[in-house]
């Protein structure tokens, strides 16, 4: 299909407690790339098959969580294009200040659910990507569990019907599967501006801001299992897998990082088209949408949020 201007979640930042220990999961388990680091001490990392500077950033303090998401759009005049529809939606734009390497102008503004949502247009390609020139399948070969891009992200916050309907609206995203309460309310929402099943997603939470994890994209069911092994070997705390999805279709493990992100390394998923019928999930249903080969949801995956 074709983009509409919005093409991917691009860059991530999140909060870690231990710097050293978590940044040597997403080193040398998950299998990142660091870039670089910031002036004050962020640190900065990409996947392999990734070509833009760096994709996931990790800060320092005493919570763990997200600082923010941002996603990259196709050209400078659509970056300001959505600036003045987001502004029009009712959410209040500012350009971004902090220190990004490799990153042009960013705007930044926090939707209904509480988190912080930037966009972008120019960054600069990375010193090590993948060949463009009669290409190897990689230069080097992939670390631990050889996570090849950073894929998705759910999000927990009220107010998720909103949160769908300005990604519709302004990103001109849409929407591939959702999960409703008995009364119709929006319970959850799969989004996506390409063929994935899904770029983000929303659940509905009374607190804001919170994330539920961030994706991964490996290649193979084998790499999912390659990753439970890493799992076990580095004593990491497990969630629920390796499983499969009704929802997406993906093929799934999660497990939280050292300082209590949860993390999913996932493969597969259907392919996703605008005109396809949307998939509708019952809420009592969920346990067979999140697993399908039990059918029951497991209270963690549901209750712990960062």
């Known amino acids: 299909m074709g983009f509409h201007g919005t093409l ?4 991530i930042q999140l909060r870690v407690l231990d710097l050293d220990k978590t940044l040597d999961f997403y080193k040398n388990i998950l299998g990142l790339d660091e870039v670089g680091r910031t002036n004050d001490g962020r640190v900065m990392l990409k996947a392999y098959d990734e070509f833009d500077h760096h994709s996931v950033v990790l800060r320092k303090t005493n919570e763990a969580g997200l600082d923010f ?4 759009v196709d050209s400078p005049e659509k970056l300001e294009d959505l600036k003045q529809k987001t502004e029009k939606f009712g959410y209040k734009v500012s350009e971004a200040s902090d220190d990004q390497p490799g990153f042009g102008k960013r705007y930044v503004y926090t939707i209904c659910t509480g988190h912080q949502f930037q966009i972008y247009y120019d960054v600069e390609l990375a010193k090590k990507t993948p060949q463009i020139k009669n290409p190897d399948i990689w ?3 992939p670390r631990g569990m050889r996570a090849t891009r950073l894929d998705h992200f759910l999000l927990f916050g009220p107010g998720i019907a909103e949160a769908e309907r300005y990604c519709k609206e302004v990103f001109d995203m849409y929407v591939p599967e959702v999960c409703n309460t008995p009364d119709g309310k929006r319970l959850a929402a799969w989004i996506t501006s390409s063929n994935k099943p899904h770029d983000l997603a929303f659940v509905e939470y009374p607190k804001p801001g919170k994330l ?12 999912v299992l390659n990753a439970a092994d890493h799992i076990a070997i580095n004593k990491l705390k497990l969630d629920i897998g390796p ?3 009704a929802i997406t279709r993906g093929l799934s493990i999660y497990f939280w990082e050292p300082s209590g ?5 996932y493969c597969a998923g259907y392919t996703a088209y605008p005109d396809n019928p949307q998939r509708v999930w019952d809420a009592d249903q969920l346990g067979k949408g999140l697993f399908y080969f039990s059918g029951e949801v497991i209270p963690s ?3 712990v949020v960062s």
Do not use: C, M, S
């Open 8 to 11: 991917r979640p691009g860059l």
């Open 69 to 72: 998401v941002a996603f990259k």
């Open 139 to 141: 230069t080097e070969p």
């Open 212 to 223: 539920h994890h961030v994706g991964f994209y490996l290649q193979t069911w084998e790499d």
């Open 243 to 245: 499983t499969r999805h």
């Open 261 to 265: 992100n949860r993390i999913e390394t």
């Open 301 to 303: 995956f549901l209750e």
